[in-house]
C-alpha cells in the first residue's frame, strides 16, 4: 500500500507541476481558475460522490460510513476546542488566524480525494466525502468568523450552508437511488462516471496553478509555517491514529481517516486571508508549503498505519 501510495503522490506532483507550468505560461490566470473552481466543487465533485455512492453503497458499508462520520466529528471538535487555546508568540494577530483555520481545514476535498481514491478506488471516495461532511461545514461556517471576528454564523446561516451544499446533495441523492431502488439508465450513469473521473487531475492542476503565485519569504515567516507544518501535518494525523487504534477501526477506516487528517491546508485560507485583509502572504505560503510537504508526509503516515496492521 505504501508504494501504491508512492505511485501515486508521484502522480500527484506531476499533475501540480503541470497547472504550475500553465499559469506561468498564462494559459491559465485568474479568471480560468476561478471557473475550474467553479467546475471542480459544482460539478466534477458532485459527480464522483454520486457515481461511487450509486454503485458501491449497502447497508453493512451505510453502518461503517456512520462509525466515520462520528469519527469525523469528534475529531473536528476537538480540532476546534484546541483553537480557542492562546497560540505562540511566534504568531501576531493576522497570522494567528491563518493557524487556526489551518488547524481546522485540510484540503481533503481537492488533494485528499484523489489520493483516497487511488489508494481505494469508488469505496475510498465514499468514505472520505463523509468524513469530509465536518470539515466543509467548519470551512464556511467558522472560516469566516476566524478571519473576521465581527461576523457572527447563527444556526440558521448553518443550515443554509449545509442545506445547499452540492456534495452533500450529490451524497443523499445517491443513497435515495440506492434504496429506492431506482436504475440509473445506463447510458447517462456512464456519462455521469466519467465526468466525476474527471475530477483528480482537474482539481490538482487547479490546485498547481494556484501554488504558482508569488510569493515573498522571510526568516519570520518560515518559523511560523514550519510550525503549522509540524502540527497539522504531524501531529494531528499521529493524533487522529491513535484515537483510531484505542477504538480498534479497520485497517481501511483508519487509513483514510489518518490520511485525511494529515492533508495540506485548505486553499480557502488564502481566499478568506485576501477577502478579510488577513495575512494573505503567510496564508499563501502556508498552503504552498502543506501542499509539497503532504507528497512526503503522507507516505511516511501510511507506513507507520502499516506497522500495526
Given at each position: 500500500m505504501t508504494e501504491s501510495l508512492i505511485n501515486t503522490q508521484i502522480t500527484i506532483i506531476t499533475y501540480l507541476l503541470i497547472g504550475f507550468l500553465l499559469y506561468k505560461v498564462k494559459m491559465i490566470d485568474n479568471k480560468a481558475q476561478l471557473f475550474m473552481s467553479d467546475m471542480t466543487i459544482d460539478v466534477l465533485l458532485p459527480c464522483s460522490v454520486f457515481?461511487?455512492?450509486v454503485s458501491s453503497m449497502t447497508v453493512d458499508l451505510l453502518v461503517s460510513l456512520a462509525t466515520v462520520l462520528i469519527f469525523?466529528?469528534?475529531l473536528e471538535t476537538a480540532l476546534y476546542l484546541v483553537t480557542k487555546i492562546p497560540s505562540s508568540k511566534l504568531f501576531d494577530p493576522s497570522e494567528e488566524s491563518v493557524l487556526h483555520y489551518s488547524e481546522l481545514v485540510s484540503n481533503g476535498g481537492l488533494v485528499g480525494t484523489p489520493v483516497v481514491e487511488s489508494l481505494f478506488g469508488p469505496l475510498g471516495v465514499m468514505y472520505c466525502n463523509v468524513f469530509m461532511i465536518p470539515t466543509?461545514?467548519?470551512?464556511?461556517?467558522?472560516?469566516?468568523?476566524?478571519f473576521n471576528p465581527a461576523i457572527k454564523k447563527n444556526m440558521?446561516?448553518?443550515v443554509r450552508s449545509v442545506s445547499t451544499n452540492k456534495v452533500l446533495l450529490a451524497m443523499l441523492l445517491g443513497?435515495?437511488?440506492?434504496?429506492?431502488k431506482i436504475k440509473v439508465p445506463a447510458p447517462v450513469f456512464s456519462a455521469i462516471q466519467k465526468t466525476g473521473a474527471c475530477l483528480s487531475p482537474f482539481s490538482l492542476i487547479l490546485v498547481g496553478s494556484m501554488l504558482a503565485q508569488k510569493i515573498h519569504l522571510n526568516l519570520h515567516m518560515m518559523k511560523g509555517v514550519s510550525l503549522i507544518v509540524l502540527i497539522r501535518l504531524i501531529l494531528i494525523p499521529l493524533a487522529?491514529?491513535?484515537v483510531c487504534l484505542m477504538m480498534k477501526l479497520d485497517f481501511m477506516s483508519?487509513?483514510?481517516?489518518?490520511?485525511?487528517?494529515?492533508?495540506?491546508v485548505g486553499m480557502t485560507c488564502a481566499s478568506f486571508a485576501k477577502?478579510?485583509?488577513g495575512n494573505e502572504e503567510f496564508a499563501s505560503m502556508v498552503v504552498l508549503v502543506t501542499t509539497l510537504l503532504s507528497t512526503v508526509t503522507l507516505v511516511m503516515m501510511m507506513g507507520v498505519i502499516e506497522m500495526f496492521f
Open positions: 457515481a461511487s455512492f469525523a466529528i469528534v466543509r461545514i467548519m470551512a464556511f461556517s467558522a472560516g469566516e468568523s476566524i440558521k446561516d448553518i443513497l435515495a437511488f440506492v434504496f429506492l487522529a491514529l491513535s483508519t487509513a483514510v481517516i489518518v490520511l485525511l487528517m494529515g492533508m495540506p477577502k478579510y485583509r
